[in-house]
């Protein structure tokens, strides 16, 4: 889809971090650009400042595991912008600590989002992509989280594992049709984003986490050093924006580092090993 001026984006998690750095850059590159997050009031602060640039923005505030929540967006959307040409399913939670202290709602509030959240950005909105006969394109974020293991990140690897298989399943069955629709999944290493801080739009259906030892607390301090010294979310959104622009499936910002776990888990897989303990 090399033509993005005049088209319209959707991007959700948009109100910060890399889904923020998407909108600035479609806005850069001529398009309109509906933001979607669960956080209102950060919203609302990043589209007036988008808006008084001169952006075409429409803000919605939508809980992305809510399916009903999805539709209804899919439908105001049409309304108010028409298609929706570039989807980015960039919502996205996080839990630390060792799988036998995640609580199931641990578990079910972090499928909700970066799972189910994906699914449903795909099901709404693929029909109509494919229904348009326009050039479109999906861009799902996963995370290097997707391509090999780390431990204390069970139900955030198990997500991000599947964005990874349902994103190249589906570049593969459009490819069979011929389809007008491309894909790309999202790939990056460490970023300087708030996923740390996602504790903050955990709903009272899934009560807070539970109580995690010095091990996993010790992983995530490492962690959140390892964020806060991480790529930007600008150089991951110049990459998208190539990448959907170009048609590339794979967007791998932070290769060094994002390589070194997915080669090293092949490795273990090629030569029959356990797996190597990062």
């Known amino acids: 889809m090399d033509q993005l001026n005049g088209r319209t984006a959707l991007v959700t998690g948009a109100a910060s971090g890399i889904g923020l750095a998407m909108?600035?850059?479609?806005?850069a590159?001529?398009?309109?650009?509906?933001?979607?997050?669960?956080?209102?009031?950060?919203?609302?602060?990043a589209a007036r400042e988008l808006r008084a640039s001169g952006a075409n923005i429409i803000t919605?505030?939508?809980?992305?595991s809510k399916a009903h929540q999805v539709q209804s967006l899919a439908e105001r959307v049409d309304a108010e912008f028409g298609p929706v040409h570039l989807l980015c399913n960039n919502?996205?939670?996080?839990v630390i600590g060792a799988t036998w202290e995640q609580t199931l709602d641990d578990w079910r509030w972090v499928i909700d989002v970066n799972l189910w959240g994906v699914i449903h950005g795909v099901h709404t909105f693929l029909p109509r992509m494919r229904a348009s006969g326009q050039e479109c394109h999906?861009?799902?974020?996963?995370?290097?989280?997707?391509?090999?293991?780390?431990?204390?990140?069970?139900?955030?690897?198990?997500?991000?594992?599947?964005?990874?298989?349902?994103?190249?399943?589906?570049?593969?069955?459009?490819?069979?049709?011929g389809s007008k629709v491309g894909v790309s999944v999202v790939c990056p290493g460490l970023i300087k984003t708030h996923i740390l801080e996602s504790r903050r739009n955990r709903p009272g259906d899934h009560?807070?986490?539970?109580?995690?030892?010095?091990?996993?607390?010790?992983?995530?301090?490492?962690?959140?050093?390892?964020?806060q010294s991480g790529y930007e979310p600008a150089e991951v959104a110049?990459?998208?924006?190539e990448a959907v622009k170009e048609g590339h499936f794979y967007v791998i910002p932070a290769q060094?580092?994002?390589f070194k776990g997915a080669l090293t888990r092949m490795d273990d897989i090629k030569h029959g090993r356990n797996p190597t303990v990062r």
């Open 256 to 258: 060094e580092q994002v």
């Open 60 to 64: 919605a505030v939508v809980d992305v």
């Open 138 to 177: 999906i861009v799902n974020t996963a995370s290097m989280a997707g391509l090999s293991s780390a431990a204390y990140m069970s139900s955030y690897n198990v997500t991000k594992f599947g964005v990874v298989a349902l994103s190249e399943t589906l570049y593969k069955e459009l490819a069979h049709e």
């Open 91 to 94: 919502a996205g939670v996080e």
């Open 207 to 227: 009560p807070d986490e539970g109580t995690f030892g010095e091990a996993s607390q010790g992983f995530r301090a490492a962690l959140s050093a390892g964020v």
């Open 238 to 241: 110049r990459q998208v924006v």
């Open 23 to 27: 909108t600035q850059a479609f806005i």
């Open 29 to 45: 590159e001529g398009m309109n650009v509906v933001m979607v997050d669960v956080e209102s009031d950060r919203l609302e602060k």
